[in-house]
């Protein structure tokens, strides 16, 4: 019995080890051909890779408002250009400029026979945008007679121009946002009056805090300012089109004036974002929440807690991002709240 098992285990064991062999041999020419298909796909697409840079080229489609205008070597070098030529304040006396332009970057393999046009995308962009210049007018009687590019400078001209004229004249420094369309020249010039004590009447508030027939009454958050209309920071490809105003999660929004909600949602970089229309082309936005509470065609009433501050979407902390649209425009929001 013990030489029967003997031999079943010799038996056994030889089988086993032939399999064994075979399975691991199996095992080595499969990777080793594995590794030459891998080998063959990568030398094809070096292949491939050179062809197509032999005969192509990297470059980026601009659009202005969706319509594809030409190509750009780089996007970064022609932001570059952008801010050194269209946001260098060449006029006088001018405290910063914005531009309001729809433009997009998409990159795309080229035929390198067929140039870029950089001097005519920004002949397009700057022809077809609005610029917005902002400074101080020091009015003589109602009339602006000299123009500051910061609130420092405009109260020192005052204050030299007391010494030198009667005490009946009256003296009072504007702040004005001066629009300029590009493709009309059509001028559209806002103004935000500040007397020189300080001691501006509720009426003349109120006149001030009024676009295009819309009061604007209240505040949206009670916080700091961080970050001003037309500001340029490295976080973002533009100039800043709205306020943002650091404040606490979970601080209470309220809206500005009364209106119908058209958007009560998330939306990109927004995050959770809240629109109001309040009329007359005139609308809000609400950027960031972290709790909205109202809800797309409701009426809101100036006053009205439509939502909480948060930090959602592209946010490096909680805050709220407000903007002001007019027409679809956007304007400086210091020009009418946070007075």
């Known amino acids: 019995m013990n030489k029967i098992c003997s031999i079943i285990k010799k038996y056994w064991f030889g089988i086993k ?4 062999y075979i ?3 199996k095992i080595a020419y499969y990777t080793k051909e594995t590794f030459k298909f891998i080998n063959i ?36 070098d022609f932001e570059n250009l952008l801010e050194e030529k269209l946001y260098d304040n060449q006029e006088e006396n001018i405290a910063f400029s914005t531009i309001n332009v729809d ?25 077809n945008s609005d610029i917005t210049y902002f ?20 109260e020192q001209v005052v204050s030299n121009m007391k010494e030198d004229i009667s005490q009946d004249i009256e003296l009072s420094i504007l702040k004005i946002y001066e629009t300029q369309n590009q493709s009309n020249k059509e001028v559209q010039i806002e103004t935000l009056a500040q007397d020189l004590s300080n001691s501006i009447h509720e009426e003349e508030k109120r006149i001030a805090s009024t676009i295009n027939g819309v009061y604007l009454s209240k505040n949206p958050v009670v916080g700091n300012i961080t970050s001003r209309y037309g500001a340029k920071e490295r976080i973002r490809n533009h100039t800043h089109q709205g306020l943002d105003i650091s404040a606490k999660t979970g601080t209470k929004i309220q809206a500005v004036a009364d209106g119908k909600v058209t958007y009560s949602g998330e939306l990109g970089g927004y995050g959770n974002l809240i629109k109001i229309d309040h009329g007359n082309g005139v609308e809000t936005y609400y950027g960031h929440c972290s709790k909205i509470y109202t809800s797309v065609g409701k009426e809101v009433k100036a006053g009205d807690i439509i939502g909480l501050v948060g930090s959602t979407g592209n946010s490096t902390g909680p805050h709220l991002h407000l903007e002001l649209r007019l027409n679809g425009k956007v304007v400086n929001p210091l020009n009418y709240l946070y007075k």
Request: charge should be positive.
């Open 23 to 25: 399975f691991n041999r």
């Open 17 to 20: 080890g032939e399999w064994t």
């Open 103 to 127: 433009k997009q970057y998409k990159l795309k393999l080229l035929d390198k026979q067929v140039q870029t046009n950089e001097d005519e995308i920004f002949t397009a962009i700057k022809e």
């Open 135 to 154: 400074r101080y007018a020091i009015n003589v009687n109602s009339d602006p007679k000299v123009y500051a590019s910061s609130l420092e400078e405009a």
């Open 41 to 76: 796909i990568a030398i094809g697409v070096i292949i491939i890779l050179g062809i197509l840079s032999f005969k192509y080229k990297s470059v980026y489609t601009v659009y202005l408002d969706g319509e594809a205008v030409g190509y750009i070597k780089s996007k970064n």
